[in-house]
């Protein structure tokens, strides 16, 4: 019989159900652990969350067992979670339109967590009060090594792309993606450029400028050993794995912001991984990474 605990999480009551399983075995790190992350973590990263449809994957049987990307919110969602509905166009399942659950705050986090949705990912754009998609207020770079390149070249790549932002008038955020690559953020408000074209001009005149070690294609021919500047991100349809989801690999590593001082003085790519405890003691010494300087102060998001 499934092990079943009530608890109170803000002002909503919640059934968390085998809190003992091993969702990470190498790593010997329970459910329980993974709604600890996401409870503790949830003041800074519910910055990045709110208002963004959210699209979760989910590994019942743990990182090692089957998974699922899952758009539409679940069945027996309880009616207090704000879901949005939007249209898909193209859908593979032959729907007009998916019921998404937007996380907002620290019950519905908690909620999907103990469904096992290790990790969360959002499009560059949010939904008002009444659930109508907004224009994006994100643009991002999503930097995708071909092997043998590593976080390494992805980071060569990075800093070019915070030199050209800068030429623009933009500030770059960076994070690891969690895997094997990493995301350049871009704050993207009272600009008249649709992102998505924009990003695909920069990645193109990159490819360009460095032949040798960028392609802005996702032919698999053109990719190893070169790092791949994906702008495709920013169509409205896609979305990115958030800021400090954890991700399934063998250890709970995050999808975590890091400093372009930490990007430059780098030596290997180890230097760019960091778990779930990582990244809760670097919250405590830096705060929140992915807020531009001009706005720390007010604890607002990107």
């Known amino acids: 019989m499934a092990e079943k605990v009530r608890v109170r999480v803000g002002d909503r009551e919640l059934t968390l159900t085998n809190l003992t399983k091993v969702l990470y075995p190498q790593a010997g790190f329970t459910k329980a652990e993974v709604i600890d992350y996401y409870s503790r973590v949830s003041e800074i990263m519910l910055r990045h969350l709110r208002g963004r449809p959210m699209t979760v994957k989910r590994f019942p049987s743990g990182v090692e067992g089957p998974s699922f990307f899952e758009k539409n919110r679940p069945a027996h969602t309880p009616e207090w979670v704000r879901t949005a509905r939007l249209p898909v166009p193209g859908s593979t399942k032959d729907r007009e339109t998916i019921d998404f659950a937007v996380v907002d705050d620290l019950p519905t986090l908690v909620y999907l967590a103990n469904l096992a949705a290790l990790e969360f990912h959002a499009p560059m754009w949010r939904v008002d009060e009444d659930g109508r998609a907004q224009n994006p207020d994100l643009m991002v770079f999503d930097l995708d090594p071909g092997a043998p390149a590593t976080i390494m070249e992805c980071r060569r790549v990075a800093l070019r792309l915070r030199e050209v932002l800068r030429e623009d008038g933009l500030d770059g955020l960076p994070k690891t993606s969690g895997n094997k690559g990493m995301q350049v953020y871009v704050p993207w408000a009272h600009r008249e450029e649709v992102p998505s074209d924009y990003a695909k001009a920069l990645a193109q005149r990159l490819a360009r400028e460095r032949p040798e070690e960028i392609v802005s294609q996702m032919a698999r021919k053109l990719r190893p050993g070169k790092v791949l500047i994906d702008w495709s991100q920013n169509n409205p349809a896609k979305t ?34 960091f778990t779930a405890g990582d990244v809760l003691e670097r919250i405590g010494r830096f705060g929140d990474l992915m807020v531009p300087p001009e706005r720390s102060a007010t604890g607002e998001g990107p």
């Open 240 to 273: 990115t794995v958030a800021p400090y989801s954890l991700r399934a690999n063998p250890m709970p590593t995050v999808s975590a912001p890091i400093t372009w001082e930490e990007l430059e003085g780098c030596e290997r790519p180890e230097d760019l991984v």
